[in-house]
């Protein structure tokens, strides 16, 4: 692994161990030349699995890009990388369940659309708004709409009263 300080290519591995999503292995690493250390992540590499475009071209499943879809959605909402990592293995992990080669783009933004809903709804319609391709503000109205009618359930925003009591 190459150093992020000195550029060099040998380090030792001080410490590894499973990471809290039980899906990576998190290991601290040392420079031998410059004695800067350094995390990296170790995780299974997909490589078999396809995604089917709107277009029909069909390209390798790349987590990274997934990722970078839900932090361009929630852009300065109070939403932690690490929720946002944690969304993406969850959808990972429901893509790769179903045991497909070849995953249609369509099968995978209601995934993503259903776990933004739950985490941020202004990342949840920015992201829907680009997934469906809204034309007008009327589809923003509806989005909107569902939202409002739908139930709390948020991971960012507790519980404020117990259940049954007034306030």
């Known amino acids: 692994m190459r150093c992020v300080k000195c550029s060099s290519l040998d380090d ?4 590894s161990r499973l990471s809290k999503d039980g899906f990576s292995i998190r290991r601290r690493r040392e420079c031998l030349d410059c004695s800067h250390r350094f995390t990296t992540y170790e995780q299974v590499e997909r490589r078999d699995v396809l995604v089917i475009k709107r277009d029909g071209t069909r390209e390798p499943f790349k987590r990274e890009k997934l990722l970078s879809g839900l932090i361009k959605a929630c852009e300065k909402r109070p939403v932690s990388l690490e929720v946002l990592e944690n969304a993406v293995e969850e959808i990972v992990n429901d893509l790769t369940a179903e045991g497909l080669k070849e995953i249609p783009s369509r099968m995978m933004g209601p995934k993503v659309m259903a776990r933004l809903q739950k985490i941020d709804p202004v990342a949840f319609v920015r992201y829907a708004s680009v997934y469906r391709q809204f034309q ?32």
Not at 136 to 154: H, K
């Open 136 to 167: 007008d503000v009327g589809e923003f109205n509806d989005v909107i709409e569902s939202l409002e009618n739908a139930p709390v359930d948020s991971l960012l925003q507790p519980d404020l009263f117990e259940a049954g009591k007034a306030p």
């Open 12 to 15: 030792k591995v001080i410490d």
